[in-house]
């Protein structure tokens, strides 16, 4: 076993990185757009990922734990559809399970970073950008 410092310091950053990369639930809200009216009134989205410390997504977490990303779609606050995530041609995307409306198609994601007050677009497919902020961010066990 290697005991020089690089070693120790290489281990202590390993597992600083584990320690610090955590499951969270995002709850996401319409943006007041320009107009004075709302992207999307009265839609509001939960997201459960893994995140780095600096709010992105953790890829080999999620892989470790696909199951674990999910998402929730909820109409002023009832006529819930759940999904999961998944990364599909190289973006995140809400796949929508079980009985769903029929105008709810699988939807993209777009973000940098996941962290309360920035920006979120969705993307239903073949449909138009919608903008949500993130509101909450809570840490999972």
């Given at each position: 076993?290697d005991?020089?410092?690089a ?28 107009n ?27 892989r470790?734990n ?21 990364l599909r ?23 940098a ?12 497919h073949?449909?138009?950008?919608q903008?949500?902020?993130i ?7």
């Amino acid at each position: 076993m290697d005991e020089s410092p690089a070693a120790g310091r290489l281990q202590a950053v390993a597992e600083w990185v584990a320690g610090a990369m955590e499951w969270w639930k995002i709850r996401i809200e319409p943006v007041l757009l320009a107009n004075g009216k709302r992207s999307t009134a009265g839609i509001a989205y939960e997201l459960c990922l893994p995140l780095i410390p600096d709010g992105r997504i953790s890829l080999p977490m999620l892989r470790a734990n696909p199951t674990r990303a999910k998402v929730t779609r909820c109409r002023f606050n009832r006529d819930c559809v759940e999904g999961h995530i998944e990364l599909r041609d190289n973006q995140w995307t809400c796949v929508w399970e079980g009985p769903r409306p029929a105008y709810l198609e699988d939807t993209r994601i777009m973000a940098a970073r996941f962290v309360p007050g920035e920006l979120v677009a969705l993307r239903p497919h073949g449909s138009s950008l919608q903008f949500f902020r993130i509101s909450a961010q809570t840490a999972l066990a």
